[in-house]
């Protein structure tokens, strides 16, 4: 049988699909901890004989899969509560999700008001109008890296309103120059602006590289980071010396999901307890 992996991926988007798996699978589960019937529907027509087909064991292969995919579950719902708090304080804000993937974010935390762009790379913007469907009238598809500033002007052209940059599984596959000039750049273009990513220690940059070379997924994080005062030190590279503020941070082991009770005991190992985080920011001051 041939290979079914979409043509239409590179290495790192086919994490798309993987993070899509997840979901799909989570939601299927009777004490779900996040409902995403978008994700099952999407999976059960890439499983089939469609035109766009994938091949799920390049995922299901993976030994310890269900531990790690419920962390990035717990995750993901930790995102959605964040970006739920911002809209609550924020109700008519920007919101920028970075490497959005095929995810359904939008439509879980939609207030109603808010003005949001899934950004990610071309060929999973193409996948996901082909498989996911178009945009709304506050719903806008941005179709190229993060990193190359085209989307810039677009999403600027909506200040002086706030803005929110979101990214999940994101930061990891960047090196920490990539890292810090992204950072930096929204710093300086959306002053006030908060940003919310999670990121991994450099113990668990170690273990995600190994679980994924246990897997035919390809892709392979390339930066982590100890503490968010580490970000909050780039701060003074502004010639105005804009500061970046850290205003909080979550990590799956501060409060113990019961399906993940075995690894309980390793919340108070400090090393164990920031293997990968969720860092929320606040880029600088907003004018005025």
């Known amino acids: ?41 999407l999976v059960k027509h890439l499983s089939s004989d469609a035109p766009i087909r994938y091949d799920f064991d390049r995922i299901r292969q993976v030994p310890g899969s269900e531990e790690y995919n419920t962390v990035r579950v717990l995750m993901s719902r930790e995102i959605d509560r964040y970006a739920r ?6 109700p008519e804000a920007v919101v920028v999700h970075i490497g959005c993937g095929l995810d359904s974010r939008f439509e879980r935390v939609d207030n109603g008001r808010v003005e949001w762009y899934d950004l990610d790379l071309p060929e999973v913007i193409e996948l996901r109008r082909k498989l996911v469907g178009g945009e709304g009238p506050r719903h806008h598809f941005v179709a190229c890296s993060v990193l190359d500033g085209a989307w810039l002007d677009a999403v600027s052209a909506h200040r002086p309103r706030p803005f929110l940059f979101l990214a999940e599984v994101v930061f990891e596959y960047f090196t920490e120059e990539q890292a810090k000039s992204l950072v930096l750049t929204l710093r300086d273009r959306f002053p006030g602006a908060e940003l919310i990513f999670d990121a991994c220690s450099p113990f668990d940059l170690w273990v995600g590289n ?10 392979r994080f390339r930066w982590g980071i100890s503490n ?3 970000i909050e030190g780039w701060g003074g590279a502004s010639s105005a010396g804009e500061s970046i503020r850290l ?10 999901e019961p399906r993940l009770a075995r690894f309980r005991r390793l919340r108070n190992i400090p090393f164990f307890a920031k293997m990968v985080r969720i860092y929320h920011f606040q880029l600088g001051r907003a004018a005025g």
């Open 228 to 230: 968010g005062q580490e």
């Open 1 to 41: 049988m041939p290979e079914t992996k979409p043509e239409l991926l590179s290495d790192v988007a086919e994490t798309a699909v993987a993070a899509l798996y997840i979901r799909a699978l989570e939601s299927r589960r009777p004490d779900t901890l996040i409902k995403d019937e978008k994700a099952v529907e």
């Open 247 to 256: 205003l909080g941070e979550w990590g799956w082991l501060d409060q113990p």
């Open 85 to 90: 708090d911002f809209l609550a304080r924020r």
């Open 210 to 219: 190994l679980y994924l070379s246990r897997s035919k997924l390809s892709a």
